[in-house]
């Protein structure tokens, strides 16, 4: 995921392929920091009874930083077990805008002190 995020340009889409098996958070402080607009969505697998692409962040950590202005769309995706000592379970967004359509968090969790 990082490396997609990395390579990508403002409107790029990012698709995730719906599977049983959950994607793993990448193990960044604040979350993968999206630095463009971008639209990260499941698409639909032709074998697969998957629902969605899951994120799972394993308890240590967020998926996705979005910060200053820059603007993300996240669509059909499935968010778990993201935990951080701060804000934002799973997504942190600051200052910016953000569509999240058909997505679900599950067992999500941020606590400040």
């Not at 990395?6 to 793993?24: C, E, F, M, N």
């Not at 629902?51 to 910060?67: E, N, W, Y």
């Not at 968010?79 to 599950?106: K, P």
């Amino acid at each position: 995921m990082l490396a997609a995020v990395a390579r990508a340009v403002s409107q790029d889409v990012i698709g995730l392929v719906a599977s049983a098996q959950a994607y793993p958070c990448e193990q960044q402080p604040l979350g993968v920091r999206l630095a463009v607009p971008l639209t990260i969505q499941s698409i639909p697998a032709n074998d697969s009874t998957a629902q969605a692409a899951t994120l799972d962040c394993a308890h240590r950590g967020r998926a996705f930083l979005v910060d200053h202005a820059t603007s993300a769309n996240f669509h059909g995706l499935g968010f778990r077990n993201g935990r951080v000592d701060d804000t934002g379970g799973a997504l942190l967004v600051v200052e910016s805008s953000v569509v999240i359509r058909d997505c679900s968090f599950t067992d999500c969790s941020a606590f400040t002190a």
